[in-house]
T-cell receptor
Framework: DVKVTQSSRYLVKRTGEKVFLECVQDMDHENMFWYRQDPGLGLRLIYFSYDVKMKEKGDIPEGYSVSREKKERFSLILESASTNQTSMYLCASPAGAANTEAFFGQGTRLTVV | GDSVTQMEGPVTLSEEAFLTINCTYT??????LFWYVQYPGEGLQLLLK?????DKGSNKGFEATYRKETTSFHLEKGSVQVSDSAVYFCALIDNAGNMLTFGGGTRLMVKP
């Protein structure tokens, strides 16, 4: 029944490290999204992708990049982690059809020290 | 662009109290509307949805009606339980099912 899986629930990384957050979906969806969630700020869209090798910037792309080499996998990359990137990261995959919802992964809580 | 506005929390209620969390939206066309729930330490789960005007979504005692005339989708429950304590997000998806837009989330705390 698992639909969207994020590779880690909890991560602790050091400032300056390159960090990869992985998201895999088994629904054959074309659309995949990365959000970060912070107290009082709700969900903010970082990047999204409508197809393999395609990416679009969301509202807060600075300090992040993404990779979509295969349809089922969408990776979020922190090129040089900073403490202000400590957050909960959520991957989502809408079906891309009208009247359908998006499915979420369980979230990755990243702490940068 | 599309937007969703929901009441700020936290909302604190006693068990068995009536719950309303307000949600209004602006969107072009005919979006679908959703309520998601996030329990502590978890991702978001779909709670209920409505795909056209006057539809009522319901699940686990929660209800919300798609009101196009007031562009609203308020969440209600007649008698909350401690286990309903969570963060609730109102959201919409555009006509094509491609772009999600979320409200800011409302934290609900239910006391025994």
């Amino acid at each position: 029944d698992v639909k969207v899986t994020q590779s880690s629930r909890y991560l602790v990384k050091r400032t300056g490290e390159k960090v990869f957050l992985e998201c895999v979906q088994d629904m054959d969806h074309e659309n995949m999204f990365w959000y970060r969630q912070d107290p009082g700020l709700g969900l903010r869209l970082i990047y999204f992708s409508y197809d393999v090798k395609m990416k679009e910037k969301g509202d807060i792309p600075e300090g992040y990049s993404v990779s979509r080499e295969k349809k089922e996998r969408f990776s979020l990359i922190l090129e040089s982690a900073s403490t202000n990137q400590t957050s909960m990261y959520l991957c989502a995959s809408p079906a891309g059809a009208a009247n359908t919802e998006a499915f979420f992964g369980q979230g990755t809580r990243l702490t940068v020290v | 662009g599309d937007s969703v506005t929901q009441m700020e929390g936290p909302v604190t209620l006693s068990e068995e109290a009536f719950l309303t969390i307000n949600c209004t939206y602006t969107a072009t066309g005919y979006p679908s509307l959703f309520w998601y729930v996030q329990y502590p330490g978890e991702g978001l789960q779909l709670l209920l949805k409505a795909t056209k005007a006057d539809d009522k979504g319901s699940n686990k005692g929660f209800e919300a009606t798609y009101r196009k005339e007031t562009t609203s989708f308020h969440l209600e429950k007649g008698s909350v339980q401690v286990s309903d304590s969570a963060v609730y997000f109102c959201a919409l998806i555009d006509n094509a099912g491609n772009m999600l837009t979320f409200g800011g989330g409302t934290r609900l705390m239910v006391k025994p």
